[in-house]
């Protein structure tokens, strides 16, 4: 077997986003785990030069481990609007020491114009469920396996873990669960994986120290790929509401408040029992003025998307642990 492995979770443009290093056929690419998508894909020598820029681009002229997968193509559109798409072929894959022989690669042809933009990302690695992924051999869905998926049965556990620093470089891991990096007990909870997202259902709030229920409240996903923690509209209406000089801005696109104003925890239950609770001053996620005097919440409102996506707002003061042996969650204070 594999064992176990770990890789860096290096913050990027104010910690928006994480990128760790990926070794694809021996060339190093710095790419977003997304445990929202199912597909890894790399910005590729087939892009437009103009395109790549100073991005990483994997050359499968240059691996001699690459074989293309014929008449394979993928096409992936994110929540923000982004997407990219092109071919697809297998190749040697190492995270942190652990290694997949025959990982499906996709290679853009065609990125949208926020990942030209984005000069750090090189692509995506997508840990959610494979029946997400949008592989397909020009006339219908042939979706291929996650690295995590082909890693699993030869891990120590079947497990990845999320482990995002507030204000540094964290740590995913595959195979291992580090007991020091969390609190007390892990609460574990069963996911409901057949929307291919880990999904959970989180129904119960409490703004500062006063709880509630929401009765009929969206399920929840952990998604490592979305940087706020987005709630049904109500519930973050309700948060703001204990905000002095909030509002819901319409320009912003989102909820801003005086930089100045004291805000108070945000706790989310996961599941039935667990709430897991993200401190107030961890829930400013940016400046939208020159003067640094309104900021950005961490908290936003999902403007009914009828799903609770739960991003790096809340992995940042939680140690979340992905299992894909049972399929669950497991989530530690920190
Ligand atoms: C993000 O969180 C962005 C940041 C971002 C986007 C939009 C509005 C924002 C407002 C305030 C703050 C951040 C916002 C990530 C990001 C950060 C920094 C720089 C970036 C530069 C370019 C692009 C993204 C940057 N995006 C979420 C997202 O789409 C927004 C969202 N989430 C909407 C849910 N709904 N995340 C995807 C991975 C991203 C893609 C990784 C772009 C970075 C690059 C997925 O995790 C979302 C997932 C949604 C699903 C869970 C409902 C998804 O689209 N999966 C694809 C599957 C296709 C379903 C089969």
């Given at each position: ?204 709030f409490a703004v500062g120290d006063s709880a509630f ?25 309700a948060y703001?509401s204990a ?21 108070p925890d945000m706790s ?67």
């Amino acid at each position: 077997g594999t064992g176990s492995g770990t890789v860096a979770a290096v913050p990027e443009e104010n910690a928006a986003l994480f990128l760790s290093p990926v070794d694809v056929g021996g060339q190093t690419l710095n790419l977003d785990f997304d445990s929202g998508s199912s597909d890894l894909w790399v910005f590729s020598t087939e892009l437009d030069q103009a395109k790549i820029g100073q991005h990483s681009a994997f050359d499968a002229s240059k691996s001699t481990t690459f074989k293309q997968m014929q008449g394979a193509q993928f096409k992936i559109s994110y929540g923000d609007g982004s997407g990219a798409a092109g071919v697809v072929g297998t190749d040697v894959v190492t995270i942190g020491g652990v290694q997949v022989q025959n990982q499906a690669i996709e290679l853009a042809t065609d990125v949208s114009q926020s990942f030209v933009d984005d000069l750090n990302t090189d692509g995506l690695v997508g840990l959610a469920f494979s029946n997400l992924n949008t592989v397909n051999d020009g006339t219908k869905k042939t979706p291929q396996k996650t690295f995590f998926d082909n890693v699993m049965g030869d891990l120590d556990l079947p497990v990845f873990t999320a482990d995002l620093d507030p204000d540094g470089t964290g740590v995913y891991e595959f195979g291992k669960i580090d007991a020091t990096k969390f609190e007390g007990e892990m609460a574990w909870i069963p996911v409901n994986a057949t929307s291919g997202f880990w999904q959970f259902p989180s129904t119960k709030f409490a703004v500062g120290d006063s709880a509630f229920e929401a009765f009929g409240a969206s399920p929840a996903i952990a998604d490592t790929g979305t940087s706020l923690l987005l709630v049904d509209q109500p519930i973050a209406e309700a948060y703001y509401s204990a905000v002095q000089g909030a509002e819901l801005n319409q320009q912003v696109g989102g909820f801003i408040y005086p930089c100045n104003a004291q805000l108070p925890d945000m706790s989310v239950a996961i599941g039935d029992s667990y709430m897991a609770v993200i401190p107030g001053n961890q829930i400013t996620f940016a400046t939208v003025d020159q003067a640094n005097t309104t900021c950005f919440g961490g908290v936003q409102g999902n403007q009914g998307a009828g799903i609770q996506i739960y991003g790096d707002t809340l992995f940042k003061s939680q140690f979340v642990v992905f299992n894909g042996g049972n399929q669950s969650l497991g989530f530690g204070a920190k």
